[in-house]
């Protein structure tokens, strides 16, 4: 079985700029309506079932929470659910906001 991979913010940022890689966030409601990636979707266990069904298993997915210690397990996660290339955000968004504030949204 394919594992998650780490990945540090400057490579996130490449990823992006060369792809369109799926970005959850995992975080609390109102943490994430303070701010996030731009572009980032808030899946918790209300909405994971909605997002398991819509969501591209082939694209890759960016996993954020809040130093990046939960979005390892939540990367587990989807890789066992048959996602194909899965990515836990080392830093989680307290990184992003640091190294890359203009690309953030509220």
């Known amino acids: 079985m394919q594992a998650f991979q780490r990945i540090r913010a400057a490579d996130a940022k490449a990823m992006m700029e060369q792809s369109a890689p799926q970005i959850i966030d995992i975080r609390d409601a109102m943490s994430f309506d303070a701010g996030r990636i731009t572009g980032a979707v808030r899946v918790d266990n209300q909405n994971?079932?909605?997002?398991?069904?819509?969501?591209?298993?082939?694209?890759?997915?960016?996993?954020?929470?809040?130093?990046?210690?939960?979005?390892?397990?939540a990367a587990q996660y989807f890789t066992e659910q048959g996602f194909a290339e899965v990515y836990s955000l080392?830093?989680?968004?307290?990184?992003?906001?640091?190294?890359?504030?203009?690309?953030?949204e509220q």
Do not use: I, R
């Not at 079932?49 to 390892?72: E, I, P, R």
């Not at 080392?90 to 953030?104: N, Q, S």
């Open 90 to 104: 080392d830093g989680g968004f307290e990184m992003w906001k640091m190294a890359f504030p203009d690309l953030c």
């Open 48 to 73: 994971l079932n909605d997002f398991m069904n819509s969501a591209d298993k082939a694209t890759a997915l960016l996993v954020c929470c809040y130093h990046g210690n939960s979005s390892q397990g």
